[in-house]
């Protein structure tokens, strides 16, 4: 090292870095990693210029010791071992081209002596660790053996490494806490090093990076909660200190809310996607960084992509806030219970009162203006569940402004599953918003819009390919014209006299609903058009379903033919019977439908001395 002068040292590892740099798609398309080629050959000759590794580093544990025993564990040294002196300095320069070397060979996925020259540095670095020097450098080698091993789906592994540089930044900033050096500094002049708020912005960088690989491992290991606490740290940070390009962010924020919405958390849910809708908003207008995407780049297609994905989270939010206000109001027949509302009427105040603003700083992103504008998003939206039609009006109204926006990217060519799933939701809108509205007619029309939009989807659907999506709309179909049924079987109830309009009207609702519950139960017949004598898992409750409500359907069929109506009662009976011996025989299934099962076996019991009369009678005349 002492022939050649370290200026030419520095600017070897400088073009490495610059080759490092260039972007994959300029290469040549049949030599896509030319750049890190290059970079790794420059790097490969400053680490022969730099000369062998400190003797002693030799005799370093192997990278599996280190995990059980050392970095991992957090044996970390009681006193800072400042990298001074010629041997620290050479350990530290070296430990600096093995990181670059590491990272070049992952980029060109060669994993294993990417991680070979990782383990290298975390090695060279091991007693200097916590020193103002390299405390950076050790934290971006473990992230990235973190990711690594993440990706060979060692997830436990990765788990070690990232939880280790998570516990390294803690005790630097509690024990020492001034900026650190980044890696480059190391071959850098002293003219040309870093200012303290430059490195801060650095170090503080590595740490959000740490915490978003964190998020992801936790919940790769299914342990939701604390992946949802680390990604909303790391959405926090990266708004603190502008480390972030909009379309990511709002994702992540609006995916971030779906956690909430499950845990019923409707305040959070609501500030996260309102901060994703001002961030997203953003888009175009803030300088792109050295974090942009490439996919960034290409702003139009990702651009209306990504809003309908939010807006698809904004439907979520509006109909699981509804739907969940309607199974705290409804009674065991699914109608609205005014006693319920009525109690829940008087909570709203201490709902209102109740650590609000303790939940709201807690979640809180942004400040300043950028707060101000979240806030002006959020004030629009209600987290309180809906307790009468004028609030869940409100709601579904909302939900549906984001049904149009969500089509507008998922068209029914070229995304099927996800229109489809879009419609779905816009039908159960209606569904849920039906349940709060008290006019039977107005009800009527909600199920017959829902019907409007469900029958189309089914009409060029290839049943071989899209089988479960199938049933799952002729079933809601079915469903429609049942609740149909039921309010117009209610409204003629009402009058003294139904004319022959109304009948005709209820027995044209009872054969759609039949004629759509028979196709969905000729779903789950095999090749061979034989029913199933197992029903599978997946489709046992709502099989049972349909059973017991074409039974009750058949038995709804208003005709004066005494003749058709004992073939009526007749067929009711049989799948009444269906039902019952069933659960006899399978008595799993009891437990999916112990209210059906209940009042089929009273069916069982009561139809034939009903079909009895029915014969005697019709003897008789």
Not at 317 to 326: S, V
Not at 462 to 487: C, G, K, S, T, W
């Amino acid at each position: 090292m002492a022939s050649v002068p370290w200026a030419e040292i520095r600017e070897k590892f400088q073009a490495a870095l610059a080759l490092s740099r260039v972007e994959l798609h300029k290469n040549p398309e049949k030599e896509p990693y030319k750049s890190k080629y290059g970079a790794r050959a420059l790097l490969e000759e400053v680490k022969a210029l730099l000369g062998p590794a400190p003797e002693d580093e030799d005799e370093r544990p192997q990278a599996e010791d280190c995990l059980g025993a050392g970095d991992h564990a957090l044996g970390l040294p009681a006193e800072v071992l400042e990298a001074e002196g010629p041997v620290a300095q050479g350990a530290v320069r070296l430990a600096v081209i093995e990181f670059h070397l590491g990272v070049n060979h992952i980029d060109t996925e060669e994993l294993s002596a990417g991680e070979e020259h990782l383990v290298k540095c975390l090695r060279l670095l091991r007693k200097y660790r916590l020193s103002q020097d390299c405390v950076s450098l050790y934290i971006q080698a473990q992230n990235n053996l973190g990711i690594l091993w993440s990706e060979r789906e060692e997830i436990e592994t990765a788990q070690a490494y990232l939880e280790s540089s998570e516990a390294l930044y803690k005790q630097y900033m509690k024990e020492i806490g001034s900026p650190p050096l980044d890696p480059t500094e190391h071959f850098l002049p002293e003219e040309e090093k870093l200012a303290e708020q430059e490195r801060s912005k650095r170090f503080e960088k590595v740490y959000t990076h740490n915490l978003y690989y964190l998020a992801q491992v936790y919940q790769h290991m299914e342990m939701f909660e604390k992946a949802a606490h680390y990604c909303h740290s790391t959405l926090k940070r990266q708004l603190e200190h502008n480390a972030y390009h909009p379309i990511e962010w709002a994702i992540n924020a609006a995916t971030l809310s779906q956690f909430y919405i499950n845990k019923l958390c409707f305040m959070e849910a609501r500030h996260c996607l309102s901060a994703a809708n001002v961030i997203f908003g953003q888009t175009g207008k803030v300088s792109t960084t050295e974090d942009t995407t490439e996919a960034e780049g290409d702003v139009p297609e990702l651009y209306h992509q990504r809003k309908g994905e939010i807006a698809r989270c904004w439907i979520k939010y509006c109909l699981t806030l509804l739907q969940n206000a309607q199974l705290s109001m409804q009674d065991n027949i699914g109608e609205l219970d005014l006693d319920k509302q009525s109690e829940l009427r008087a909570l709203r105040k201490k709902e209102l009162d109740e650590e609000e603003s303790v939940r709201k700083k807690a979640v809180q992103f942004g400040t300043g203006e950028l707060c101000d504008a979240i806030s002006a998003v959020e004030e629009k939206v209600s987290y309180l569940r809906p307790l009468d039609f004028e609030e869940a009006r409100e709601l579904f109204l909302l939900g549906q402004h984001y049904v149009f926006e969500a089509k507008e990217f998922f068209q029914i060519d070229g995304y099927v599953t996800d229109h489809i799933e879009v419609v779905q939701d816009h039908s159960a809108l209606f569904k849920v918003l039906a349940f709060f509205e008290t006019d039977m007619e107005r009800r009527c029309k909600m199920h017959k819009r829902r019907i409007a939009m469900l029958e189309p989807l089914i009409v060029d659907l290839n049943p071989q390919y899209y089988l479960l999506v199938n049933r799952q709309i002729q079933f809601e179909i079915a469903h429609a014209y049942y609740d149909m049924m039921d309010l117009k079987v209610a409204i003629a109830d009402k009058l003294r006299d139904p004319d022959s309009h109304i009948v005709k009207k209820i027995n044209n609702l009872n054969k759609s609903a039949l004629k759509y519950y028979q196709l969905f139960l000729d779903s789950l017949r095999d090749p061979n058009k034989v029913f199933p004598e197992h029903i599978g898992e997946d489709v046992l409750r709502p099989a049972m379903l349909a059973k017991f409500r074409v039974a009750r359907l058949y038995g709804k069929i208003i005709t004066a033919d005494p003749k058709k109506e004992l073939e009526n009662l007749a067929t009711s009976l049989e799948h009444y019977k269906f039902i019952v011996d069933y659960c006899e025989k399978h008595p799993e299934a009891a437990q999916e439908i112990e209210v059906e099962l209940e009042l089929s076996k009273e069916m069982v019991s009561l139809l034939p001395t009903k079909m009895e009369r029915f014969r005697t009678k019709m003897a008789l005349t």
